[in-house]
């Protein structure tokens, strides 16, 4: 399974995701491949966000080795399942993709927790505070363990 994590800078919530996931398929030893991507290139080459690597270690999760990276169509091919966190993300996702863009691939990640809401993954980036960083990832870690168990059973 290959599973792509997206956002708008990729350093808050789709590096917290990328990491939950991984920790999670690393534990129950599954061989995934996981990644993630920013459908803006402002962050491109930097680390994640300092509170997004404090709240993931917290939690055991280490997100520090990860960097940020735009989204590319060609993503599109590469991944079986692309996770975006709002409405905006799914728009730009689809944008890019142009002729290689693949409905079926692609879902908002609150959907996997909470099927049919269309809710998004609020951004703490602006609130910037410790949280905010764990409100967001008590949201991801709950999506990541129900989509891990669907697909697992
Ligand atoms: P993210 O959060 O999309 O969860 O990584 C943001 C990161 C950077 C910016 C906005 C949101 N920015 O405006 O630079």
């Given at each position: 399974m290959k599973v792509l994590m997206v956002c708008l800078?990729?350093?808050?919530r789709s590096p917290l995701a990328e990491g939950i996931l991984q920790y999670k398929s690393d534990e129950q030893k599954l061989n995934w491949e996981i990644d993630s991507a920013g459908t803006?290139?402002?962050?491109?080459g930097e680390p994640p966000h300092k509170k997004a690597q404090k709240i993931a270690r917290l939690h055991?999760?280490?997100?520090?080795p990860l960097k940020a990276r735009q989204f590319i169509k060609e993503d599109m091919q590469r991944f079986d399942k692309i996770y975006v966190m709002d409405s905006d993300n799914y728009n730009e996702v689809k944008r890019i993709a142009g002729?290689?863009?693949?409905?079926?691939?692609?879902?908002?990640?609150l959907n996997e927790s909470?099927?049919?809401?269309?809710a998004s993954v609020p951004d703490p980036w602006y609130e910037n505070t410790d949280d905010a960083f764990e409100t967001t990832f008590q949201l991801l870690n709950e999506a990541c363990e129900k989509f891990l168990n669907k697909i697992k059973k």
């Open positions: 800078g990729n350093i808050c803006g290139g402002w962050h491109s055991g999760v280490n997100i520090s002729d290689l863009w693949d409905e079926r691939k692609v879902d908002l990640i909470n099927p049919g809401s269309n």
